[in-house]
T-cell receptor
Framework: QQQVKQSPQSLIVQKGGISIINCAYENTAFDYFPWYQQFPGKGPALLIAIRPDVSEKKEGRFTISFNKSAKQFSLHIMDSQPGDSATYFCAASIGGTSYGKLTFGQGTILTVHP | KAGVTQTPRYLIKTRGQQVTLSCSPISGHRSVSWYQQTPGQGLQFLFEYFSETQRNKGNFPGRFSGRQFSNSRSEMNVSTLELGDSALYLC?????????????FGAGTRLSVL
C-alpha cells in the first residue's frame, strides 16, 4: 500500500515537444506529492510539488495534474529542451511527522533530442 | 549557503566489513533523511532523524543504523556488508519536513561491496 507506480520507464521526446510522466498510488493517506529531477552524478532536486486539495499546479514549463479520485498524478513538461534530459521521480508522503519519509516511483529516464 | 555534503563520495568494501557514511546538512536544517538508490529497487527510504531522534524508519534490516548529532550532522552505519548493499546512499536535509519544507539531497556516497 505504500507503493507509487511510475510510467513510462523511459521517454524520448523531440525538442519543443511535451513530455508526460504518470504516477499512481494506492495509499489514500498520502497527502504530499513532489516531483524530483536527477542528473547523472547528482542527487535528486525538487522540481515541483502538489497537495491533494489542488488539481493542478504550474511552475514555468512544468505542470502537475492531480486526480484524487483516480489516485493518479502526472508531470507535464512543455516545450521540452535538451537540458531537461534527466531522470524524473514522482514521490509521495503521509502527513504530519512522516513528511520526511518519501516513497518514490521507479523513475523515468527522459531524453530530449535537439 | 553550502548544500548537503556527503562524505566520502566513493567507497569500496568487502563482504562482512562495516561502513560509516557521513552527511552534513544545510546550515539550520534539523532533519536528515537517508535513502538507498539502486537500479533494481530505485530510491528506498532508510530512516529520518530530527533533533537527534529517529522519527521515521524504513523496511531495512537492523544492520542499517544511523544517528544524528547535536549539530544535526548525521551518520549511517551498515554492519556485516552484503553484496546487495552496493548502492548510492543519499541523504536529504530540511528545516522540518513536518512543515512540508523542501528536502535537499546531497550527491550521495557510492558504496561498492566486493
Amino acid at each position: 500500500q505504500q507503493q507509487v507506480k511510475q510510467s513510462p520507464q523511459s521517454l524520448i521526446v523531440q525538442k519543443g515537444g511535451i513530455s508526460i510522466i504518470n504516477c499512481a498510488y494506492e495509499n489514500t493517506a498520502f497527502d504530499y506529492f513532489p516531483w524530483y529531477q536527477q542528473f547523472p552524478g547528482k542527487g535528486p532536486a525538487l522540481l515541483i510539488a502538489i497537495r491533494p486539495d489542488v488539481s493542478e499546479k504550474k511552475e514555468g514549463r512544468f505542470t502537475i495534474s492531480f486526480n484524487k479520485s483516480a489516485k493518479q498524478f502526472s508531470l507535464h513538461i512543455m516545450d521540452s529542451q535538451p537540458g531537461d534530459s534527466a531522470t524524473y521521480f514522482c514521490a509521495a508522503s503521509i502527513g504530519g511527522t512522516s513528511y520526511g519519509k518519501l516513497t518514490f516511483g521507479q523513475g523515468t529516464i527522459l531524453t530530449v533530442h535537439p | 549557503k553550502a548544500g548537503v555534503t556527503q562524505t566520502p563520495r566513493y567507497l569500496i568494501k568487502t563482504r562482512g566489513q562495516q561502513v560509516t557514511l557521513s552527511c552534513s546538512p544545510i546550515s539550520g536544517h534539523r532533519s536528515v533523511s537517508w535513502y538507498q538508490q539502486t537500479p533494481g529497487q530505485g530510491l528506498q527510504f532508510l530512516f529520518e532523524y530530527f533533533s537527534e531522534t529517529q522519527r521515521n524508519k524504513g523496511n531495512f534490516p537492523g544492520r542499517f543504523s544511523g544517528r544524528q548529532f547535536s549539530n544535526s550532522r548525521s551518520e549511517m552505519n551498515v554492519s556485516t556488508l552484503e553484496l546487495g548493499d552496493s548502492a548510492l546512499y543519499l541523504c536529504a536535509s530540511s528545516l522540518d519536513p513536518g512543515q512540508r519544507d523542501i528536502q535537499y539531497f546531497g550527491a550521495g556516497t557510492r558504496l561498492s561491496v566486493l
